[in-house]
């Protein structure tokens, strides 16, 4: 702790550069496949080697569902072809729903700040750790006017991770029914937006949608610390939202 002090005081970096600047720090995330135009072959090779479902073949090529992508990076390999486009970026909160309708929901609930409870409904551990890196110096979510707390009454936006354990059922809807409206859901990692790699099983559901409406879904597995920070600044209408489904049409429009 000293050190980063210390190291602070004489380089003068504090925190993330992530708010109105673009960070570029190495290895503060693992990029995204990306929706490409492919020749039909190609798609149904790529559909094959998926394990999870993330890639579908589309019209001209093949689209990546970001809420079932587990990060595994077999579409991406240096060895076998083809090969997958991957962006870099962080920016991965997509709307939960129609695009136009979440617009006006979200525009209307809140101003600047929020205050969350976290919830882990059945994660592996790795959503949650990212997840608590969000209150360090480094990415000083304080700084932003977002604030954790300990009770759903007190709360504006319920993080959830994990696909929703049969055990955690119950608690979900209770900690959901406790907050004060208006309220918003974001779902944090790949087993709250769609179950992941545990659902739907014999001991977990499809994700927080099949019990809570969710408004905010922010994919990967984990999402990386920024990429949490900006489905909640989504959420409060700071940053645009990026796509739940990358096709090859809007990948060349949304870069990242
Ligand atoms: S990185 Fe994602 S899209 Fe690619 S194979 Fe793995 S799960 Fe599928
Ligand atoms: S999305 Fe990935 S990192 Fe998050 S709880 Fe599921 S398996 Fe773990």
């Given at each position: 702790m000293a050190n980063w002090v210390l190291k602070g005081l004489r380089t003068g970096i504090k925190t993330?550069?992530?708010r109105s600047a673009v960070e570029a720090a190495p290895g503060l995330s693992s990029g995204q496949p990306r929706g490409v135009a492919l020749p039909?072959?190609?798609?149904?090779?790529?559909?094959?080697?998926?394990?999870?479902?993330?890639?579908?073949?589309?019209?001209?090529?093949?689209?990546?569902?970001?809420?079932?992508?587990?990060?595994?990076?077999?579409?991406?390999?240096?060895?076998?072809?083809?090969?997958?486009?991957?962006?870099?970026?962080?920016?991965?909160?997509a709307y939960a729903d129609d695009v136009a309708a979440m617009r006006r929901k979200l525009d209307r609930a809140f101003g600047r700040s929020l205050h969350i409870r976290f919830l882990d409904a059945g994660a592996c551990g790795a959503c949650m750790s990212e997840a608590r890196q969000l209150t360090n110096?480094?990415?000083?979510?304080?700084?932003?006017?977002?604030?954790?707390?300990?009770?759903?009454?007190?709360?504006?936006?319920?993080?959830?991770?994990?696909?929703?354990?049969?055990?955690?059922?119950?608690?979900?809807?209770?900690?959901?029914?406790a907050m004060p409206t208006p309220k918003r859901v974001v779902a944090i990692g790949a087993c709250a937006a769609s179950g992941g790699v545990f659902g739907p099983s014999f001991a977990a559901g499809g994700g927080v949608a099949e019990l809570i409406p969710v408004d905010v879904v922010v994919s990967g597995c984990p999402p990386p610390p920024l990429a949490i920070l900006h489905?909640?600044?989504?959420?409060v209408g700071r940053k645009p939202p990026s796509e739940l489904i990358s096709r090859p049409a809007n990948a060349e429009a949304n870069p990242q």
């Open positions: 993330s550069a992530y039909a072959r190609d798609a149904a090779a790529l559909v094959e080697r998926c394990p999870t479902g993330a890639i579908n073949s589309c019209e001209g090529g093949i689209a990546v569902d970001q809420r079932r992508c587990v990060d595994c990076f077999r579409c991406h390999s240096d060895v076998e072809e083809p090969a997958v486009p991957w962006r870099d970026g962080y920016e991965w909160a110096p480094y990415y000083n979510m304080h700084n932003l006017g977002f604030f954790m707390t300990p009770t759903p009454r007190n709360a504006d936006v319920l993080l959830v991770a994990g696909p929703v354990s049969d055990a955690m059922r119950l608690p979900l809807r209770k900690t959901y029914e489905g909640l600044m989504v959420v």
